[in-house]
Each structure stands twice: as structure tokens, then as C-alpha cells.
């Protein structure tokens, strides 16, 4: 009858420690490593884009257990009362708050349909209508230039001379080819000549730019491919969040009560 009495007892004792035990994922020199604490920054590991997967899973398990084990060292060795571990953690506590409050503000304050399709919109009516493409000869001086121009008014292919003589060494590969291109890409210089030319022109003057002397034929126009709204959708989203948490931060810096000077 004892027997029986002791033996119910221990698989009764064991019965209720099992939901404990599965709390955990390790012992390390009798203490315990909770489960939660891998959850958590697996939780954290997924917020960032990295897919959950069993792989991933392990390597944080792997993670946890080590950090106690290396926890527990630096706090025998008294680590944890020292003034510059205490100064660290005030740093990082901050960060962490200041971090979750940006957060919150984002996730209480969300993009709406209607605010990103506006700025598509906004985007896409400044977009250029037009896409060129352009060849060129860069040269290092206008003598150069004006000598070039005088062979291709003679009959010269444009693809040959840029291949012999263009310091552009990229571009001369393929006569000079730079694909297709809106004048905004290029600077200044070059992308206003560029608009000014016809399909099959070149210009009659050398470009001077920061590279150069450039001899720039335009081949043809086409008009502007524009992404569709949902295919940049999320970039657009993205992109007025971190504008609203600047305006947040903006609004508290100007309303706090200081003394001090910021240098901007």
C-alpha cells in the first residue's frame, strides 16, 4: 500500500512539474533559462525581415543559453555594480525607450491610402514625360572636341570614334551608348543639351562639364515608364512615416522648456 501511495505520488509530482520544464530550454548551473527569452528575440529577429524558420530558431536557442552562460560569469566577477557596466545601461535603456516611442507614434499616427496615393501622384506628375537615348564622346579638351565634330559632320560613325577616342572607357565599349536616360540623371550641362536635340542629332558645340568636353548625339525619345502605384506603394509608405516621425520629433524638441542651444 505504501508502495503504491509513493508511487502516485512521484508521477503526480511529475505530471505537474512538466508545463514547468517546458518553460524553459536549458539549466545552466541550476538556473534556469526561460523559453520566453528565446520568443522574445525571435520575435525581434522576425520584426526585422528575417524569416522564422527551425534553422533560425536553434541558432537563437544556441544564442540565449550562451548570453546566461556569459551572463553569469560577468556577474560573478562582480561586473554587473560597476560604474561603467551602469553607465552602458542607462545609454541603452534610453535608446530603448526612445526607440519604442517612435514606434508607438508610427504605429498609432499610419500612412494612409489616400496620403500615399497623393504623393504618387505628386511624384508622377514632376517625373520627365520623355526618356532619351543618348550616346556621347568625352573628350579632354575642346580642340579635341571641335576636331571630332568636324570627322562626324564628314561622315564618321559616332560608334567609332567614341570607341577610339572617348576617355569614358565604360561607355566607349559600346560607341558610346548610354542607354536610355532622363536629362535630370545627367548634370546640368549635359542633360540641357541633351533636351535640346532632335532623334539622330548630335550637338554642333562641344559640352563642357566637370569630366570634360562631350560631343552628344541623341538617338531616339520615348515616352516616360512610370512604376505603377502599387508597385511602390510600400517605398512610398515607408518614406511618409519617417516624414511624420521627423515631424514628431520636430514638435517635441520645439515645445520642450530648455535652456539650451541647439547647433541646428
Do not use: C
Not at 110 to 115: G, I, L, Q, W
Amino acid at each position: 500500500m505504501k508502495k503504491f501511495v509513493l508511487a502516485a505520488t512521484v508521477a503526480a509530482f511529475g505530471a505537474l512539474s512538466l508545463p514547468a520544464v517546458a518553460q524553459n530550454i536549458a539549466i545552466v548551473n541550476g538556473k534556469p533559462v526561460p523559453k520566453a527569452r528565446a520568443d522574445q528575440l525571435i520575435s525581434q529577429i522576425a520584426k526585422s525581415g528575417q524569416p522564422r524558420s527551425p534553422e533560425m530558431e536553434s541558432k537563437v536557442k544556441d544564442e540565449v543559453v550562451l548570453r546566461e552562460i556569459f551572463m553569469q560569469e560577468a556577474e560573478k566577477r562582480g561586473l554587473a555594480a560597476s560604474n561603467d557596466y551602469k553607465a552602458q545601461l542607462e545609454l541603452a535603456r534610453q535608446s530603448l525607450l526612445i526607440r519604442e516611442l517612435f514606434a508607438d507614434y508610427a504605429k498609432k499616427n499610419p500612412v494612409t491610402d489616400a496620403e500615399a496615393k497623393a504623393e504618387y501622384d505628386k511624384f508622377k506628375a514632376q517625373a520627365p514625360s520623355k526618356e532619351y537615348h543618348a550616346r556621347h564622346i568625352l573628350v579632354k579638351t575642346e580642340d579635341e572636341a571641335k576636331a571630332l565634330i568636324k570627322q562626324l559632320n564628314g561622315g564618321a560613325k559616332f560608334d567609332d570614334l567614341a570607341g577610339k577616342n572617348s576617355i569614358d572607357t565604360e561607355s566607349a565599349k559600346n560607341g558610346g551608348d548610354l542607354g536610355w536616360s532622363t536629362p535630370d540623371t545627367y548634370v546640368p550641362e549635359f542633360g540641357q543639351a541633351l533636351s535640346q536635340l532632335k532623334g539622330g542629332e548630335m550637338t554642333q558645340t562641344p559640352v563642357k562639364t566637370q569630366f570634360g568636353f562631350h560631343i552628344i548625339k541623341l538617338e531616339e525619345t520615348r515616352d516616360a515608364q512610370f512604376p505603377a502605384f502599387d508597385d511602390v506603394k510600400a517605398q512610398i509608405v515607408q518614406r511618409i512615416s519617417q516624414q511624420k516621425v521627423a515631424a514628431f520629433q520636430e514638435e517635441l524638441r520645439t515645445k520642450a522648456k530648455t535652456d539650451y542651444k541647439f547647433s541646428n
